[in-house]
C-alpha cells in the first residue's frame, strides 16, 4: 500500500507547512509492558536519541524500561496506569512538575487514562500535544465515546494504520484536519532470519521443549479473550491431522484464569502436549524461526497487528483473521491467508493449507513476503514520519 500518509502529514509533504526543531518529547503511557503500543513508544524514543535530542517516556514501569534506557532516552517513574479521577488530576501536577524539571517542549500521549491529564498538564504548560490512537477503543457503556475522545484531541494525531484513520474519521469527524496516519513499523535488521543464529533457535527450542519432527504452529500475542485463542484451539481440534505442535506465546498479564480456562479447553479438546501455553518470550525472531506457520487469529479488528508483518519479515506464511489492519498489512493467497472471525472451520482448513506448502513454496514465499513488509512497514519509516509531526508542531508554533 503506497498511499500512506495523510492529513497534516500531506500538507507538510506538500511543502504548505515549514520543518521546524526537533523538541524535548515526554512520551506518555501506563506501563512499558511488552505489547506494539510500548514497543513504539521505545522505537520513537531511540530515534530522537539518534537525532541529538533528548527524550523522555513517563509510565508505572515494566519489561520494556531497559530498552528505553538502553537506547539513551530517560524514564520517570509515575503512577499513570490509574483511572481514578482523583489519582488522574493529581497526576496533572506531577507532568507539570515532570516538564518544568526536564525541559519538555511537546507531550505525546499513547493510552487514554493517562492522556487526559497529559492534555491538562501540555495545556496548562503551553506545550503542543499529540496522541497517537492506537486502538478501536469499546464504547459499551454510556459516556465511553467521551472518554475515549480524548485520543482525537491531539494537535496532531496519529492513527497507526489506515483502518484506524478511516475509524477516527467516522466517531471524530473534527480531527480530520489533525490527523496523520502512521503506520507501525518493525526493525528489519531484528526480523531477518540472516541475523538469527542457530545457537539462538535452539535456546527457544529447548526452552519449549520442542519434539523433533512435527511442523510448528505459532500464535503470539498477549493472553486475552479477544485475541482468539481459544479460537485457535477449536480450529486445532476440528484439523483431520495431529502430527503438529501449536505453541501460544505471550504474556497472561495477571489473566491466571483465562489461562486456566485455555488449558481445560486444550485438555477437552484432546490437544493435551500437542498445544501449549509458553509465556512471554524475549527472542521472537528466533521464535519465528522454529514456525511452519503463523496465525493470528483475533476475534476482534487488530488497530494494527504487528505479528503478520513480523512473521512475514521472517518469510513465514501467515492465517489471520480478515478485518481490522490485517488486512493491509498482508496479501491474500501470496504472503498468507485470510479467515472470517470466528470460523473455525475456515481457520482449520487455512492452517491446514498452509502445513501443506513444500519446501519450494516457502523459499519462494520468504523474500516476496520480506521485500512486501520492507516497502511500507519499517520502524525508520515510522520514526521519520513521527519526527517530522514533531518538528512541524514547532514550526506552528
Not at 507532568?95 to 496548562?124: D, F, M, Q, T, Y
Not at 497517537?132 to 492513527?159: H, Q, S, W
Not at 511442523?215 to 495431529?242: E, H
Request: aromatic share 6%.
Amino acid at each position: 500500500m503506497s498511499d500512506t500518509y495523510t492529513g497534516i502529514e500531506d500538507d507538510a509533504m506538500a511543502g504548505e507547512v515549514p520543518l521546524g526543531r526537533l523538541p524535548r518529547v515526554l512520551q506518555v503511557l501506563p506501563a512499558l509492558g511488552a505489547g506494539g503500543v510500548e514497543r513504539t513508544a521505545v522505537d520513537v524514543a531511540a530515534g530522537l536519541v539518534a537525532a541529538g535530542v533528548d527524550a523522555f517516556v513517563t509510565s508505572e514501569g515494566g519489561r520494556l524500561v531497559h530498552d528505553v534506557e538502553r537506547a539513551g532516552a530517560s524514564h520517570i517513574v509515575l503512577p499513570l496506569a490509574t483511572k481514578n479521577p482523583f489519582r488522574m488530576r493529581r497526576n496533572v501536577r506531577r507532568l507539570r512538575e515532570v516538564i518544568c524539571k526536564h525541559g519538555i517542549e511537546l507531550v505525546h500521549a499513547r493510552s487514554r487514562a493517562p492522556a487526559w491529564s497529559a492534555l491538562a498538564a501540555a495545556r496548562a504548560e503551553g506545550l503542543p500535544f499529540v496522541t497517537t490512537y492506537a486502538g478501536t477503543y469499546n464504547e459499551n457503556f454510556p459516556g465511553k465515546r467521551r472518554y475515549n475522545a480524548i485520543m482525537a484531541a491531539g494537535d496532531a494525531v496519529i492513527a497507526n494504520s489506515h483502518f484506524i484513520e478511516q475509524h477516527v474519521r467516522e466517531r471524530y469527524p473534527d480531527a480530520a484536519g489533525r490527523l496523520v496516519t502512521i503506520p507501525r513499523g518493525i526493525d528489519l535488521h531484528v526480523f531477518d532470519p540472516h541475523n538469527v543464529s542457530q545457537e539462538r533457535v535452539i535456546a527457544v527450542a529447548k526452552a519449549w521443549r520442542l519434539p523433533d519432527g512435527p511442523p510448528v504452529i505459532l500464535m503470539p500475542g498477549r493472553l486475552t479473550r479477544w485475541k482468539g485463542q481459544g479460537f485457535l484451539v477449536d480450529a486445532l481440534a476440528r484439523m483431520s491431522r495431529r502430527d503438529f505442535v501449536c505453541f501460544i506465546v505471550g504474556d497472561e498479564q495477571g489473566r491466571n484464569k483465562y489461562r486456566t480456562e485455555l488449558e481445560e479447553k486444550i485438555s477437552t479438546a484432546g490437544l493435551g502436549g500437542i498445544v501449549r501455553i509458553v509465556g512471554h518470550c524475549r527472542d521472537m525472531a528466533a521464535a519465528y524461526m522454529l514456525a511452519d506457520v503463523v496465525v493470528a487469529p483475533s476475534l476482534e479488528p487488530e488497530a494494527f497487528g504487528r505479528i503478520p508483518v513480523e512473521a512475514q519479515a521472517m518469510g513465514r506464511p501467515v492465517v489471520a483473521t480478515d478485518h481490522g489492519g490485517f488486512r493491509e498489512t498482508l496479501i491474500p493467497g501470496e504472503t498468507g491467508l485470510l479467515v472470517p472471525p470466528g470460523d473455525v472451520a475456515a481457520l482449520a482448513a487455512a492452517i491446514e493449507d498452509a502445513l501443506r506448502l513444500d519446501a519450494s513454496a516457502r523459499e519462494s514465499l520468504a523474500p516476496y513476503a520480506r521485500a512486501h513488509v520492507a516497502a511500507t512497514w519499517t520502524v525508520e519509516r515510522m520514526v521519520a514520519s513521527t519526527l517530522d509531526v514533531y518538528r512541524r508542531l514547532m514550526a506552528g508554533r
